[in-house]
């Protein structure tokens, strides 16, 4: 069973939302007789937001059990309160989990710093002074180019821990 909408179309799931221009929504038998929602896919115009992120994209088809999301198309992003994630290819997002993944051309732009690879996974946890999100740590990998005030590290692979604000990067390093 299938049901398509379209229009500026809105769909919730506890603290998760998906915005776009058409969405369906993919239905399969549930407990007893029931249907339930396994899939949503979103097309023109998506956001799929939860409590202080938002990701944008041009396509995405979410797993409603798992709340796991791939966007792909032009312009991906994820915008948090402290940092924007951009990505060229796919952006995958997983709301339960609080994770997330950039391929192609990953950026993850900060006020401080800039950390750019082929791929970064962002990893997500409440600041307990302040009860907002906050990236606990980060892993980059491939062609990774960390860029600060004062220096610029390049290597081929990269993690970042956030509680106490240091990177490690790992093969091929260079410091300017």
Known sequence: ?????????????GRTEIRS??????YRNGKGSSTEIH????????TLSDQESTAYGDLAV??????????????????SPDQTITARDKMEYWTTRREAAAT??????????TI?????KAF?????ATGKTKVSHMEAHGHVVIVTKEERLTGDKGFYNGNNNTAEIIGHVRIE
Do not use: C, H, M, W
């Open 1 to 13: 069973l299938k049901y398509i909408a379209r229009g500026d179309v809105v769909a919730k799931q």
């Open 21 to 26: 221009s058409t969405l369906t929504a993919d």
């Open 39 to 46: 899939k949503l896919t979103a097309e023109s115009n998506v």
């Open 62 to 79: 979410y797993d409603v059990a798992a709340g796991y999301a791939v966007l792909t198309g032009a312009n991906l992003k994820l915008v």
């Open 104 to 113: 192609g051309n990953a950026q993850v732009v900060r006020p401080s710093d």
């Open 116 to 120: 750019s690879a082929d791929t970064l």
């Open 124 to 128: 997500f946890t409440d600041d307990p």
